[in-house]
């Protein structure tokens, strides 16, 4: 597990030395200071909710915190909690702040990050000492959903600055989030008897709730994994008949189950055996390097009444093969700019459904994914339609709050393919003026100390 800030006793030693010595000027002070701040609110919070299983262990923490620290307290116990914090003396009509962390419990790893970010948010609120109006926003993810995001008010919104803080692996400030949409291939199923004799349900179930945009590559997508299962037979001459095809729940999520039922000749089951157990080893590849459980399975069952005809059946198996999933576009700089993820499926009430969620931080390239889609639905008889389409949300590096920060952080601002807590709250409230920050482990100490110099230069003594 990663370590996020270094050891107390050695942050404590450098803070006696430069008091003794009386070295450094105030800027150096306020950065022990905040040295110091971030250690002490990493430790607390995490001691506090090391059993935590619940927000609302998280968000009684941070409350007792607050009160501690004369900060404002609104709760919603489950969902959400925000802190607040009077401007300082002379700062009384100085821009304000909003930062922004969320908290998921799914996983201990997951939690312990969060926490990181939600630390750095508490030493924004209590090492500041310059500033306009701040707002601390601590929000609750479960299972890949922005639930306190979806649940917070509009009226949190209402700030001239809002930061939302992330856990990295490298200093990044985002200032681009993909647009999305939602697509759907459908088709209604004609159902016949089947033909063949030995029956066999495919089962893969794996890690659930991640996100296939913060976790490209790493996890085999289950749907297209029993796909391309079926496309190996297929173009190999095994002769089988698809029953049924069922998976996923969310369109932006990596399935974590799929399942198909299939009908086999009998002379063809040793060939079909062998092409399963080839996908078998590369699915075990993937959790292997992740050390994570896994299963995928191949059990004969009794003979389905019925199966999906031939023609369908060739169709389905042929988009499965031809549809992209994962990566779509390299930008010059190797960086992936477009990303497709096959998220449901399903062939209940003799209907094919599919559903796909392509994302681009390019307008140009998600039209030419549109097109290729549907293209691609079209040469395999098979209906498109798209569901829902979230646009992409840009804004300019010369932007004064994105302008700062990247200059006092020594990078440059980019794009990312998710953040969906940050786009909630652009759905509810587009001109937010929002800067996403990632902060990595080296560098978050100065890089805070970055964005409470730039809340201090709204101070009247800094405007003359």
């Known amino acids: 597990m990663k370590r996020f800030f270094p050891i107390l006793l050695i942050s404590a030693f450098t803070a006696v030395f430069l008091l003794f010595t009386g070295c450094g000027s105030q800027g150096e002070e306020n950065e022990v200071s905040i040295k110091d701040r971030m250690d002490q609110n990493y430790e607390q919070i995490t001691q506090a909710s090391e059993n935590a299983e619940t927000f609302q262990v998280i968000a009684d923490s941070l409350s007792s915190w607050a009160k501690e620290n004369n900060l404002t307290v609104k709760s919603s116990g489950e969902q959400y909690i925000v802190l607040s914090k009077a401007a300082s003396s002379g700062y009384e009509d100085a821009e304000d702040f909003t930062f922004h962390a969320s908290v998921s419990l799914d996983t201990p790893e997951e939690k312990s990050e969060d926490l990181q970010s939600v630390s750095a948010v508490m030493t924004a609120l209590n090492g500041a000492r310059q500033h306009g109006e701040l707002t601390g ?232 994914m549109h097109t290729v889609f549907e293209t691609t639905c079209g040469l395999c008889d098979v209906n498109y339609s798209e569901l829902s389409t979230t646009g992409l949300w840009y804004v300019s590096p010369e932007t004064p709050l994105i302008e700062a920060l990247s200059r006092g952080m020594n990078t440059e601002p980019t794009g990312t393919l998710e953040n969906k807590a940050a786009s909630v709250f652009l759905d509810k409230k587009e001109d937010l003026n929002l800067v996403v920050w990632n902060t990595d482990i080296e560098d978050a100490e100065d890089n805070l100390s970055v964005i409470l110099d730039y809340m201090a230069s709204f101070g009247e003594e800094n405007q003359q």
């Open 137 to 368: 926003i601590i929000t609750f993810e479960k299972e890949g959903r922005p639930i306190g995001a979806s649940a917070l008010g509009k009226e949190y919104l209402n700030t001239d600055n809002f930061i939302s803080v992330n856990d990295g692996n490298s200093t990044e400030l985002i200032n681009s989030i993909a647009a999305s949409s939602n697509i759907m291939a459908s088709k209604e199923l004609d159902m016949v008897s089947p033909r063949h004799t030995k029956a066999y349900r495919i089962v893969l179930d794996g890690t659930p709730y991640k996100s296939p945009y913060e976790h490209r590559g790493e996890y085999p997508n289950a749907i297209k994994t029993i796909g391309d299962l079926l496309a190996s037979c297929q173009s190999s001459g095994v002769l089988f008949e698809l029953a049924s095809f069922n998976g996923g729940t969310d369109v932006d999520l990596y399935p974590r189950r799929a399942e198909a039922v299939i009908v086999l000749q009998e002379n063809d089951v040793t060939s079909f055996t062998s092409q399963f157990e080839n996908s078998y080893e590369n699915v075990a590849e993937y959790y292997e390097d992740l050390d994570e459980s896994f299963e995928y399975t191949m059990t004969e069952i009794a003979l389905p009444d019925r199966v999906i005809a031939d023609d369908d059946t060739a169709n389905i198996v042929s988009l499965m093969y031809t549809i992209i999933n994962g990566t779509y576009y390299r930008s010059d700089d190797d960086e992936v700019t477009a990303f497709s993820n096959i998220g449901k499926i399903s062939t209940k009430n003799r209907s094919f459904r599919m559903q796909i969620n392509a994302k681009s931080l390019e307008n140009t390239i998600m039209d030419e």
